[in-house]
Nanobody, 128 residues
């Protein structure tokens, strides 16, 4: 089993920054062989992928909608994955979910939510 706990959401004005965190734990979490991703879902819209990263290391990917503004990273020492969000826009308003799955996962699948076995409860980000 893997537990994912998100934190760091909140409200910010357009142009501002936020960092959300995803702390992973559990007997099935292998920090040397996981893929962790961030998805988001705005009210009335489908859930969409934001960014993904292979652990360990820095092999990371960002969706076109956030490229150049959002950065995914990890801190292996405490099994935490971060999403740094800069230049936030009102369209970034959504509930942000952390998801994880054990590798291997081909790169072409990292943005497919059905590939992820474990999900956090979500954290709200509001940009006004």
């Amino acid at each position: 089993h893997v537990q994912l706990v998100e934190s760091g959401g909140g409200s910010v004005q357009a142009g501002g920054s936020l960092r959300v965190s995803c702390a992973a734990s559990g007997s099935d979490f292998d920090p040397d062989y996981m893929v962790v991703a961030w998805f988001r879902q705005a009210t009335g819209k489908d859930r969409e992928a934001v960014a993904a990263i292979y652990t360990p290391g820095d092999n990371a990917f960002s969706a076109d909608s956030v490229k150049g503004r959002f950065t995914i990273s990890q801190e292996s020492a405490n099994n935490t994955v971060y999403l740094q969000m800069d230049s936030l826009e009102p369209d970034d308003t959504a509930t942000y979910y952390c998801a994880a799955t054990r590798g291997p996962l081909p790169v072409r699948w990292v943005f497919e939510e059905g590939r992820y076995a474990y999900w956090g409860q979500g954290t709200q980000v509001t940009v006004s």
